[in-house]
């Protein structure tokens, strides 16, 4: 346990910003969450997260429900056949003492059938069903860019970024 | 036949063959060496076509400037709104380093759910001077082969698989309004004359895309 209690000190330390979610029982933490904005005509929006799995045993996360929103469905963004496909995962296996990312072109929480879509600056609350049983929800801030953060876990190359010309409505 | 009009004949031979040789080269000497994006091996004139509500969007929207074209929808969840992102990060390369940024244009294969409208409000969501067009799936479908896009309606079926059709095939009614849209994701690059010349392979970065399009 004190071990763990450790590894969360380091991670909160590594990544600067608090896990928005530790779950009690099984030993992980969403970190680094937000949902991407969306023009007002969408009609869908995706949430995006870091898992750490702390435990010696793997995770599966099997449902996900998220306020505001009348269907959420876990999703894997890839290429098939030439073409970008997306493909609703029945559940996501998070392997043991692993970190593994939601992120934009991978897998990713989808949020259908918005009341209404989510603006920047509001927070979405999203609750996850484990399949030990286990339901944890967490906050979810709305940002039209992820880049922001002190770690960015994507792939993604922002460096010439200027965060100037960015709208910010 | 004698020697002179020989020497003529062979002159003008050797001249027209000297100048489709010019004339290829100045094509070709037109587009710069990329480091990212794939270069046609031939030019591709885009065909006759009319998008918008008024047929106001034909071949004469891609001359005299460059273009990127991307396809994709406005319910596009992940793909579509990650391109834009990035696209918005291309032209902000783009303004820092004193160049135009070639017009972006979106094309929404989906004008079922789509509406010109609609997809200026959604392209303009990410930078202002993006464009969002769609049409009768028809003068979509011109376009579509000439880049060779390739795109299917996917929905949810029974066994929570999603199942891939064409486009205008019917699915459930209870998914007239949830089906997602399978499509390619390259970002094609289209020179002032109207021909499509280059094409960016996913996964895009902005970064490498601004590189290249910095040496046009």
Known sequence: MQKSIITTLIATALFSTAPTFAAEKTNMM???????????????????????NHSNKPIVITDVEAQGFGRSELHLSGKKDGMMTMQKQQQVTIPANAVFQFKP????????????????????????????????????????????????????????MDHANMKHN | MNKSKAIIAAGIIGLSALGAMVANNMQQSSLPTFTTAYAQP???????????????????????????VFFGYASCPDICPTELYNLNHVAN???????????????SVDPVRDDNKMLTTYAHFYNDDFMGITGATSEIDKLVAS??????????????????????????????????????????????????????????????????????
Do not use: C
């Not at chain 1, 969403?30 to 750490?52: E, G």
């Open chain 2, 147 to 216: 880049f060779g896009v390739i795109y299917q309606k996917a929905f949810l079926a029974n066994n929570g698989k999603y199942v891939s059709v064409p486009y205008s095939s019917p699915i459930p009614e209870d998914q007239r309004e949830s089906y997602l849209i399978n499509h390619s994701s390259r970002l094609y690059l289209v020179n002032p004359e109207g021909q499509y010349v280059a094409a960016f392979a996913p996964p895009h970065s902005a970064k490498k895309i601004a590189e290249d399009l910095l040496k046009l």
């Open chain 2, 42 to 68: 031939t030019q591709i004139a885009l065909p006759e076509f009319e998008l918008g509500d008024n047929q106001e969007y034909t071949k004469a929207l891609f001359k005299g400037k460059w273009s990127l």
């Open chain 2, 93 to 107: 390369i783009m303004t820092e380093a004193g160049k135009t940024m070639p017009q972006v244009v979106f094309i």
């Open chain 1, 30 to 52: 969403i970190m680094d969450a937000w949902v991407r904005a969306a023009p007002p005509s969408a009609k869908v929006q995706a949430a995006f997260f870091t898992v750490m």
């Open chain 1, 105 to 160: 072109g991978s897998y990713h929480v989808m949020l259908l059938e918005p009341n209404q879509i989510a603006a920047p600056g509001e927070l979405v609350n999203v609750s996850f069903t484990l399949l030990n049983g286990e339901k944890f929800s967490t906050q979810m801030p709305v940002k039209r860019d992820n880049s922001k953060t002190k770690m960015d876990h994507s792939k993604m190359d922002h460096s010439k």
